[in-house]
């Protein structure tokens, strides 16, 4: 048994995973992953942002458990132990068959062995962030961005939530809720108008 099994972890400081790119950033970003020198990388943060997937979800993700008729991903190394699944918009779906190969056992497979996942992505990670000149934004902001982007394009907290795969909202309204100043100031105008 181990003796230090009851105490409490100390909680880590992720200073990356709630940072939200603004429009100029992400046109920057943008930039950086055409640049990066890798194109599975730019493809794996591109779904990433698209999907409001984990990076283990997806680099672990094998491309047997996509059904490209129905257009959707199950994800079975999911961060709660629990099967999810991810519809794919036509975006991400364009993204997902530019990866795909007839050779392909994983989505993102590894160099070395290709019937093996892709291990370590963070080299070219420091290089985008060097090209877009910011330090402080990870794989994990790709799905703080996703959250944003759901939530000022009018998405539900319940969708987003379910998107993200959280098993209570609360998580989703704690975590992830970034809402921009336009789209407050337009529901600020939509009530204004109502007392005009």
Known sequence: KNPAEPIRLLRENNCGQRRILSKAELVKLGN???????????????????????????????????DFEQRLVKLTRTKSGKVRFLALSDYAFALVCKQVTDQSVYLFPSKRNPNA????????????????????WTFHGCRAQFASMAANAGGSVFE????????????????????????VRRVSELVSKQLT
């Open 160 to 183: 987003i939530s379910k998107a993200l795969g959280h098993a209570d909202i609360k998580t989703t309204l704690e975590r992830y809720s970034f809402i921009q100043s336009e789209t």
């Open 117 to 136: 996942p892709m291990v370590n992505p963070y080299k070219t990670l420091d290089r985008i962030r060097q090209h877009m000149g910011i330090s402080n």
């Open 32 to 66: 950086a992953l055409d640049a990066c020198g890798n194109p599975s990388i730019a493809v794996l943060v591109r779904l990433l942002m698209a999907t409001g997937a984990r990076l283990k979800e997806l680099m672990t993700l094998k491309v047997a458990d996509i």
